[in-house]
């Protein structure tokens, strides 16, 4: 069983651009390009290690404003302080979540296979909504664009969700799990 792993940051190349890597890839269609001068030599920021926590191979930190947020398998969401690496609060629930979140404003989204899409309030982990999406939650990462949360479930639901209410928008049943973004 592993009781730790240590997660390293290299997080001096978004420190220098002064960006918000607000979800996987950076943007709404995953690119992953940055804007900016980046300069030579990089170099990891910090590190910080996670008691009795599991990270997925697809993980990838988002950042926005001075956090770094972090989801773990053992069903945890992480904001960290940019500049330390230091857990500022730590949100846990029963499930596991198997991708990234994504920072929409003030929010922390984030599916998990508990069922719920959580949105955390991003200065304190406070749960600000949650919404069910039914059995076997999620696996997949939260896309955002204009408002709008968009995200694939186990069950085969594909759904646009107003980030800010929580509300279904639309659903679509795909007839097939969604477990990528």
């Not at 479930?153 to 973004?181: E, H, Y």
Request: glycine share 10%.
């Amino acid at each position: 069983m592993i009781t730790g792993i240590p997660l390293i940051l290299a997080l001096i190349l978004i420190c220098q651009t002064q960006i918000e890597w607000d979800m996987i890839r950076n943007e709404k269609h995953h690119t992953g390009f940055v804007t900016g001068e980046i300069k030579a030599p990089l170099h990891p920021a910090w590190s910080t290690y996670f008691l009795s926590e599991r990270f997925g191979s697809n993980f990838e930190p988002v950042f926005s404003e001075d956090r770094v947020f972090v989801n773990t398998h053992n069903g945890s969401v992480y904001a960290l302080d940019d500049e330390s690496g230091k857990a500022i609060w730590r949100f846990h629930t029963d499930g596991c979540f198997l991708n990234s979140p994504a920072v929409f404003r003030n929010l922390v989204i984030s599916g998990c296979t508990d069922g719920y899409l959580y949105a955390l309030d991003n200065k304190s982990g406070e749960v600000k909504w949650s919404l069910y999406a039914g059995q076997g939650g999620f696996s997949a990462a939260p896309v955002i664009s204009d408002g709008k949360i968009f995200i694939g479930a186990r069950n085969g639901i594909f759904l646009a969700v107003d980030a800010l209410s929580g509300k279904i928008i639309w659903k679509q049943n795909t007839a097939s799990p969604i477990r990528q973004t």
